[in-house]
Structure formats: C-alpha cells, structure tokens
C-alpha cells in the first residue's frame, strides 16, 4: 500500500492545457538527431533516413467530453477520429500514410456498435487513402475512448511549422469558421428538446451543413496538394482544432510575431452566421472560438500572393504584425481589440 | 436524434479479443506497398524509403482494467506504459526510437500526480534510450487512460514476425515466468487486508522481486542486441504480455504449425514457485497463464543452438512439431495435454 501524506495539490486547470504541454515540452527535449521535432507542432517530425520526413500525429477522444453518443452516430464519429488526425499531418504539409486505432470501451457496446465505428473509419482510409495498420482493443467502466495515432510523409523541404510566420506575411484560412460549433449547438438543443419530450422531432431542417460541420468534417489534405501543385508552400501552418483565436495565438507566439485580423474578411458561412443570430451568438465570437473546423489556418509570403488568388478556397483574413503590436482584431467598426487564446477547459 | 430500432446485438464477449481483432484485420488489409505488415503481428512495418522499416506499435492502459491506482504507484504506471510498448518492439526484432504518450485524466488528478507518471515515462525514455515526441491530454469523466505509441526501427533483413516458425526449430524464452501474475495476486491479497483493516500493513517481504515484475516490469531490449552481436536472428518471435500459452498460440497459428513445450523446462523463480504454491495456484499455471512478464518468446533453427548456448538469459522450453501435433505439454509426469489460449476476459 502506498503511503499517505499530505501533499501539495495544483489543480491542472489553475495550470491550462498550454501551460500542462508547455512543462512537458520543457522536460523531454529530443536527444536523438533522427527526432528533428518533438512536442509542440501539430505533428512529431522523424527522420528515418528517407528522402521524406516521417510525421506522427496523436489525438484522443473521449465519450462525455468530446462526443455525445445520444446524437453523434458512431459511423460518423469513426471517420472524425480518423479526420482529426489527418488533419494533423496536413497542418505539416504532408501526406497522410498510415494510422492505428487504440480503442478503449465498456460492454454496453455490441458488436454491432464497433462495426459502425469501423465502418466510418473504412470509409476514412478510402477518402484519404490511408492503411489502417494497427491498434489495440481494451475495456473501460464505463464509456467509449478512441486513440489515434497517425503516420504521415513530407519531403525535407515543404515541411512547414508553426514557427516560421515573419512580419507582413498574409493569414490565411481554408475555409469557412464556426460552423462546426453552430453544428454542435443546435444538436444540443435538440437533445435538451428530447430529453423533455421525446415524441418531439428533431428541427434541423436547413442546419444540414452545419450539422456536418460537427459530425463528420473533413480534413484539408485537398489543399494541401493544390498548393503544391501551384508550388505554393506556407511559411507557417496549423490546423483550427480549437477556434482560430487559440490557433492564431499559436502561430504567432511560436513564431515570435504579432498579427492583425479583419473581422470583415473572416469566411462564415450563412447558415453559421443565422443561427448565431438565432441562438444570440455573436458570429465572431463563432468564427474565433468555435473550434472543430479542422481548416487550415497559415501563412504566406506577400510575394506569393498571386498564387493564393489561384485557389478559391483560400481566404486572407490579416497579416503578420511585429510581435510588439500583439495579436488584434480590426472590427467591422474599426475598433482594435486584442484575441486571446482559450486551450480546453475540461477539468 | 437518432432513430432507435430493433438491432442484433452481439456481446463482444461471444467473439472475444481475438475474434474481433481477425474480424478487423479482414476488413483493413494494407492498400499502399510502404504499409508492409497491418494488423496482427506486434508492430506494424512501414517502408519509409530508408535502409530500415520503421516499426509501429501502440497500447492503451485502462485504470480499473489494467492497473489500481490504489497500490500502483503513478510513477511505475508512466515507466510500464512505455515499456510494454517499447517490449512490442523489441518482439520484431527492432530498437526503440520516439514514442508518443496521450493521456486521459479527471479532475481528481493534480499537476504532481502527472508530474509522477511523467517522471516514470522520463526514466523509461533514459532506459530505453528513446524521445517522447508527441501526445494529447485530455479530461474523462472518471479514471485514467493511457495510450502510447512507440515507433522504432529494424534492418529489413532483420525484421521478426510472428509467422516464421518452423517444424523441429527451438521454442526459447528470454527469462523467467509468472512473477508478473503472482506479484499481482499478492497486491491484490494486501489490498484486500488493507480494506478490512486501514491500520494493517502490507506483507510483501521477501516478494520484492514478484511486486516489481509486476509494478515496473522491463522490455527485453538489451536481448534484441544479444542476439545481435552473437549473429543469433529467431525466426519468429512475439512478447509475452497475456501469458506463455495465449503468445504461443499466436505463433503456431501464424506460422501454421504445433508445438511441444516440457514443463520440465519452464523456467519460474523460486518466489514466483513459493508464492504460487501459498496461493494455491498451480505453478505450472502461473508460468502458462500468468502474462505481463514481457520476456520474449521465440524460435531458432537447430544450427543456431551453440549461438541460444552463448546467452545464459535464453531458456529452451521446448521445439515446434507439425501442425496436426497441435501445440501440447509434456508434463513432469511425462502425460502430454493441450494447450489452449487465454485472450482478454474483460468484456
């Protein structure tokens, strides 16, 4: 038995999600020159001695705190596992290979239920064409737990980081915001709804993209191939996990500058932006804290600027100011006011 | 909300682990030639384009199922996260390089218990000489999840699978067995005297070695490069994490044949043997059953007996037959029986 003392206690979230990695990060620097980037981009970078880095993305998800099984069916939750970690590889610029599936779960799920699962995980490895290569299958007490770990390929010189922003360089984004957290709000209200009175019916009807958005998004490796094709390399780039103000505070504070965003250029869908309204959401607060986008957010040369108005997809939201400016949001009304980050605030 | 209709529903007990992981493994065989083994083998190998394979292996420990935090100590729990999956490794023949870790926790941990589970994870990166390069945290309703994934590296013409075993080859283990599993009975034993009465203390003199197989149990990398250095190659090979029997199992049906092991030669520390008898256990059982001593299991040709001979760790249990043979023990009371496997019984 172990020996009871009164010990310190530090709460995890007094500390945050950035500050937990950021003690991590401290202590386990990469003693071996294969390990050319640890802990602290969207994905390790490795070294094999091949022409292409090997790139290593990790994410978990559990049931209650990422997922809502009453409305997340299982085969859609299967392919956003897979798709966030995607989504990790392509935030490096690369392409995705392999990945393994670690599941953890109760024995309230049937067979049945796991088929479903690996029936949108199926469906995973054929839209990104990736080889499901292993895994682990465990129990838990309770609840559903998913572990994936990702295995992607870039070549030496298109890896692109968080930290390579410069000053003047133009922010971009591949897509529209918020839409996935609108998604997620209306399917919570419908299952409060449900809960009430079960005989009612769910009204989604029009919220179907959004709804999307949050069930089964998809990961931007499509771009991450147009701009090669259009030998457009990013300076620096991450993937919108978390909402594009936490995502933007990374970019720039690994790359040690500031940045100006126009609230006026921030991409939102319609029906993103009418249920906002509807819910009494302020759709920028939408668009920057959202999360689960899984767009790419990143950075380019202003030379470079012809190239991106090749792609319709790409969107210029700001540009990359000296780190002393800070990170700030020119509103609609020409107000300057500072973005702040918000990491996971679970515990 | 989702339509609830009348399912099937098959219990996962009724397949068992490994009729669900063949059930996958059909399902998910590789697509691409760099994904040069998927599913079933203890890593995956992937063909970056360098001299060597990379290797992927990846497990997930559950609080409640795989450890009790109540007489595991959270720094022994970081060390054996690692080590189980660096023993995956080392089980193809490979060295271990980068790892990543993911973490679920609630909000009953603090920052110092992480602190100690990463102080574990730290000494096993300095053991096994390997970068913790990547991971997730994450917040679960209840309980700790671990999820490691440890990448390593093989010379092509070096990599051991499970499937190379052939007629009249030796059948060895790297050390002795069982002491993982009555480590864990007598935890369990001190535990309960514990619940009954808090004041008593626990009676684990002279089991030092049978708590520590269990508690901070090592991989058998230092084997990997024995055998190495002696020019020793198995030809086929697997760890031994659910037991002697279950692991064997595992290598006739992949490589198609039987198997005759002697119980007679079974190798078992005296306190693993002491304590199996004061338990009431049958030694032979715990040697054949027990799991999580993460010796290797393997096979040599018969031309490599002086090379097995230079190594005091290699054990000979016993050869592989023909697959009609089945795979049977030779008992001290020269009775042969069969040996069947145990996969996990969680569900």
Redesign the interface.
Known sequence: ??KKTE?????????G?FG??HR?QQ??A???K??V???GDD??V?D?????Y?L???????E???FDL??V?LKHLGYKAVAVNVSDIAAMNGRP??F?V????S?R????A?DEL?AGI?QA?RNY???????????????L?I?I?A?G?VAKDEVVYRKGAQENELICVSGDLGGAYMGLQVLER??QV?MVNPDMQ?ELDGKDYIVRRQLKPEARTDLVYDMKDVGLKPTSMIDISDGLASELMHLCTQSGVGAILYEEYLPIAKVTYDTSVELNIDPTTSILNGGEDYELLFTVKQSDYDKVKQSAEIIEIGYILPKEKGVVLKTKGEQIIPISAQG?K??
């Open positions: 038995m172990q010990q310190q206690r530090t709460e995890l979230k007094d500390l999600e937990l990695i991590i202590q386990f990469p003693q071996h294969e390990s980037l640890g802990i994905a390790a490795i094999t001695g091949a022409d292409m090997t290593v993305a990790t994410d978990m998800l559990v209650g705190i990422h009453s409305y069916p290979k392999q393994t670690s599941l953890g779960l024995n799920f049937p067979l049945e796991i690996y199926k490895c064409n990736i080889d499901l290569v292993g895994g682990d299958t465990t129990s838990t007490r309770a609840g737990v572990s770990t295995i390929e419908e299952k449900f769910p996971w679970h515990f």
